[in-house]
């Protein structure tokens, strides 16, 4: 027999503490790491829903588990659709589409004189603005 690996002993761990068993409740460890026993059909079943929901520690009625198998099956027929697709010339890259940096000209124009934007401060010294210390640091 060989150890468990971590997630092994998370799961049972989880099933513990739900005071179940994943094997009485259809769902050993080898069938949860293959998708909950589903290896060629990406669907979830209402049985799938109502075991994810006690791990998730989801109280669900059984409208509920009906309209959330439709959903999830529908979210993981879709990825298994994106699964499929043939990648194998595409280039990695960050984006889908080029981006252009969209920044206009820098152009220099002639800005306030010293003296005048000085005057207009609360505080100047040196020919600087004056600010309170922030740091508490001497100079």
Do not use: C, W, Y
């Not at 150890?3 to 409740?25: H, I, K, N």
């Not at 960050?94 to 152009?107: F, G, I, K, S």
Request: proline letters at 6%; glycine letters at 8%; hydrophobic letters at 40%.
């Amino acid at each position: 027999m060989s150890t468990p690996s971590p997630q092994e002993t998370a799961e049972s761990q989880a099933s513990a503490a739900l005071g179940r068993d994943d094997t009485a409740a259809g769902l050993g460890r080898d069938d949860t790491a293959a998708g909950l026993g589903r290896e060629d059909v990406a669907g979830l079943g209402r049985e799938d829903v109502a075991q994810l929901a006690r791990l998730a520690r989801l109280a669900l009625t059984d409208e509920e588990l009906d309209h959330f198998a439709g959903q999830l099956s529908a979210v993981l027929d879709a990825v298994a659709e994106v699964g499929k697709a043939d990648v194998g010339d595409v280039p990695p890259m960050t984006h889908a589409v080029p981006l252009t940096n969209v920044t206009r000209e820098d152009v220099v124009i002639p800005s306030l004189p010293r003296d005048v934007v000085l005057a207009q401060a609360p505080a100047a010294e040196d020919d600087r603005f004056r600010v309170p210390q922030i740091l508490g640091e001497e100079e």
